[in-house]
C-alpha cells in the first residue's frame, strides 16, 4: 500500500539490513574506500542478501557505495534509495517483521527513521506462521514471537513517541483502507493518493512471483484474512493462545472466544520455549553493546555529497 503512494518506495523484503548491521565489525573502518568497496560487494553481490530482487544495477550501486560516505547506514540507504529512484519515487523505506525486535539498531543506522507499526490479531498471525513453508519452529515459538514483539513494540511506542512511531491495526485497515491509509499518510507527512487503496497494480513490481505465501499482494484487498485463527488453529492451540496472550489481545481490541483454560503441560512447553526465546534476544542485546565499544567509527546514515 504504502509503495502504491507516488512518493514513497518500499522494496521486496531484502536481508541486508540487519545482517549487516549484526556483522558490521568484519567490513573495518569504513573511512577506508577499500572496506567500503567491499561492504558494496556483500550487498549487492550475494544471493542471501536479495539485493538481486530489486532490479538494480548492482555495479553501478556498488559504485555509488564505494564513493558515498563512510558509515553502515550511509552505504545501506543508498542501496535503499536507489530502489526509490528507479521507481521515481522521493523517499524511501523498508519492511520485515523481524524489525520490530530491532528498533534500536534501527534507529543507530537512521536516525530519523519513523515507524509504522501494523498489529494483527495474534491468533491469525500463529495460525498463518504455522501455513508458512519456511516455518519450522513450531506452534508454541509461534505464539512466543507475537507475545515478544507485543511486548517489545509497547516499549518502543512509549519511548518514541507519536512523531516517530504510528500504529494500526491489520483487521481496521482492510475495513478501511483509506480511512487508516490517510492516517499513516499525515503522520508521514504526506498527501494521501488514492491509488494506495490498490496495491495490487504495483505488486507484481514489489512482490516477487516466487513469493507465493503473499499472492493475495496480487489481488484486491481481502477482508476474509481477518479471523482466519478460528478455523486454522485447533481447539487446543486457540487455548493456549488466549491463555497466554488474553491481556495483549484485548488490549489492542481483540475479543477472546472464552475457551477453557488450557492443559498445565502444554502451558508448561510454552513457558519453556518462551523463556528460551527471550534469553536468546537478551543475549544478542548483549553481544551488540559490547560490538559497539569495538566500532572503528559511527553507523549513522550521512547526507551524500553531489
Not at 573502518?29 to 542471501?48: Q, Y
Not at 512509549?158 to 503522520?187: I, K, M, N, T
Request: with cysteine; hydrophobic share 40%.
Amino acid at each position: 500500500m504504502l509503495h502504491a503512494h507516488p512518493r514513497i518506495a518500499l522494496p521486496p523484503e531484502t536481508r541486508f539490513v540487519l545482517p549487516a548491521y549484526e556483522g558490521r565489525l568484519a567490513f573495518g573502518d569504513l573511512a577506508e574506500r577499500d572496506n567500503r568497496a567491499g561492504l558494496a560487494r556483500w550487498i549487492t553481490g550475494r544471493k542471501e542478501t536479495r539485493f538481486h530482487e530489486l532490479g538494480l544495477d548492482a555495479g553501478r550501486v556498488a559504485e555509488r557505495i564505494t564513493d558515498g560516505p563512510p558509515t553502515l547506514g550511509s552505504a545501506l540507504g543508498i542501496a535503499l534509495r536507489a530502489y526509490a529512484e528507479e521507481h521515481g519515487k522521493a523517499r524511501w523505506g523498508d519492511k520485515r517483521p523481524a524489525y520490530a525486535l530491532h528498533v534500536a539498531e534501527i534507529l543507530r543506522l537512521f536516525p530519523d527513521a519513523q515507524f509504522v507499526h501494523l498489529v494483527r490479531d495474534g491468533r491469525d498471525c500463529v495460525a498463518s506462521l504455522l501455513r508458512m513453508p519456511w516455518w519450522h519452529r513450531g506452534f508454541h515459538e509461534a505464539v512466543a514471537t507475537w507475545a515478544q514483539v507485543v511486548d517489545t513494540t509497547r516499549t518502543y511506542a512509549r519511548e518514541l513517541g507519536p512523531d516517530s512511531w504510528y500504529q494500526l491495526r491489520f483487521e481496521d485497515l482492510v475495513a478501511d483502507p483509506e480511512g487508516q491509509l490517510r492516517g499513516v499518510c499525515g503522520f508521514l507527512g504526506e498527501e494521501y493518493a488514492p491509488g494506495m487503496t490498490e496495491p495490487h497494480r504495483v505488486a507484481g513490481m514489489a512482490v516477487p512471483a516466487r513469493k507465493t505465501w503473499h499472492r493475495r499482494t496480487h489481488g484486491a484487498l481481502d477482508t476474509s484474512r481477518a479471523g482466519t485463527w478460528t478455523t486454522g488453529l485447533t481447539p487446543d492451540q486457540i487455548r493456549l493462545s488466549e491463555a497466554v496472550l488474553g491481556e495483549r489481545l484485548t488490549s489492542y481490541g481483540y475479543e477472546l472466544a472464552g475457551a477453557v483454560r488450557p492443559d498445565p503441560a502444554e502451558l508448561l512447553r510454552y513457558r519453556r520455549v518462551e523463556v528460551l526465546r527471550r534469553a536468546a534476544h537478551a543475549k544478542r542485546r548483549t553481544l551488540d553493546l559490547l560490538a559497539r565499544v569495538r566500532e572503528p567509527g559511527p553507523v549513522a546514515c550521512r547526507p551524500a555529497v553531489g
